[in-house]
C-alpha cells in the first residue's frame, strides 16, 4: 500500500518553501496553516509563489495536501465580534485555499465556552450554513477534539449532530486526529477496526477525508490535547508516546488511510529540530521489527 505522508509545514517562503521542507522530511504531501496559526495577518495570495510551487509538486509527486484553518477561528462562540471573525476569516481562508490548489481545509469546530454543547453545534452549523457555498472547491474538513475545555466535538455524534445542521453537505467532511481521539476516549491502540466501525455508523466513513497522525503524552480519555512524537520512549525529552509506534504503525497501514494525506503534527525537541523525518520513515515501513519499538 502506498502511503501519502507528510508533516505541518511552514509557507514563510511560499507554496514553493513549503513544497521543498515537506520533500526535506521525505513526504509526499504536507500541510500548512496559510499563515501563523494563532492570528489572521495573511500575506496576499500574490506573495505565496503559487505557480512556482505547484510545478515543483508535481514534478516531486506531492499531492492532496492540506489547509489547517488558525485556532482563533471560533465558530461556537457567543460574542458577535468572534463569531463574525470566524465566519469572514472562514470565507477567506476558503478563497486562499482554492487559490493554492488544495482541497481540504481543516477547521476545529469550535469552543462553547460560557454555554453548552447544543448551543455550540448550534451556532457551529449556523456559521457553517452562512459560510458555505456550492461553487467552492475545497471541503471544510471539521477535526475530531480532544475535548479540553468547552471544545465541541470530541465525539462522533458531536460531530454528526453539526453535519445533520448543515444544508450543504458535501462541503463537509472529517478530520481524524489520532492524538484527539485517543484522548477523547476512544481505543484506538487496541480496537481500532471498533472505532471505525462507529465512526461509520454514526457518520459514514465516506466523509472521513484527512488524518492527524500523532502520539499522545497521556493516556486514552485524559482529554488533555498534548501531541507526542511517534513511538517516544522515556527517553525522548517531549515526553513519552502513550499511543505507541505499533498501534500508530497499523492505523496508517489500514486500507482506510490509502490515498488519504496522512499529516504528522508531533513536537519539535527545539525550535530547530523536529522528527519528522525520522517519523515519517519508519510509518512508511511495511513492517516493523522489534527493534522498531
Ligand atoms: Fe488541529
Ligand atoms: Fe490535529
Ligand atoms: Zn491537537
Known amino acids: 500500500m502506498s502511503l501519502l505522508i507528510g508533516s505541518h509545514v511552514s509557507i514563510a517562503n511560499g507554496l514553493i518553501g513549503a513544497a521543498k521542507e515537506a520533500i526535506s522530511y521525505g513526504a509526499n504531501t504536507f500541510m500548512i496553516y496559510t499563515g501563523a496559526p494563532q492570528n489572521t495577518k495573511r500575506k496576499s495570495i500574490e506573495a505565496l509563489k503559487i ?59 469550535g469552543s462553547y465556552t460560557d454555554k453548552d454543547t447544543t448551543y455550540g453545534i448550534e451556532r457551529i452549523a449556523e456559521a457553517l450554513n452562512e459560510v458555505l457555498v456550492s461553487s467552492m472547491k475545497p471541503i471544510i474538513c471539521l477535526e475530531t477534539m480532544a475535548g479540553k475545555g468547552s471544545e465541541v466535538g470530541k465525539t462522533f455524534e458531536e460531530l454528526q449532530s453539526i453535519i445533520e445542521r448543515v444544508d450543504l453537505k458535501s462541503k ?44 499522545s503524552l497521556n493516556p486514552c480519555g485524559a482529554r488533555k490535547d498534548r501531541h507526542a512524537n511517534i513511538g517516544a520512549l522515556e527517553d525522548n525529552p517531549k515526553g513519552r508516546d502513550h499511543i505507541g509506534l505499533k498501534a500508530l504503525h497499523s492505523i496508517v497501514h489500514h486500507p482506510i488511510c490509502e490515498n488519504k494525506p496522512l499529516i504528522l503534527e508531533t513536537p519539535w525537541l527545539n525550535k530547530s529540530k523536529n522528527l519528522y523525518r525520522e517519523e515519517i520513515a519508519i510509518l512508511r515501513q511495511e513492517t516493523l521489527s522489534e527493534d522498531d519499538y
Open 172 to 215: 463537509i467532511g472529517i478530520c481524524f486526529d489520532t492524538c484527539h481521539t485517543h484522548d477523547s476516549g476512544y481505543d484506538i491502540i487496541h480496537d481500532f477496526e471498533n472505532v471505525l466501525k462507529e465512526f461509520d455508523t454514526i457518520i459514514g466513513l465516506e466523509r472521513l477525508k484527512v488524518f492527524h497522525i500523532n502520539g
Open 51 to 109: 505557480e512556482e510551487g505547484q510545478a515543483y509538486m508535481q514534478a516531486q509527486g506531492i499531492k492532496n495536501i492540506v489547509v489547517h484553518a488558525p485556532y482563533i477561528i471560533n465558530c461556537a462562540s457567543y460574542k458577535n465580534h468572534i463569531f463574525s471573525l470566524a465566519k469572514s476569516f472562514l470565507k477567506q481562508e476558503i478563497a486562499r485555499t482554492e487559490a493554492i490548489g488544495s482541497n481540504y481545509i481543516v477547521l476545529h469546530p
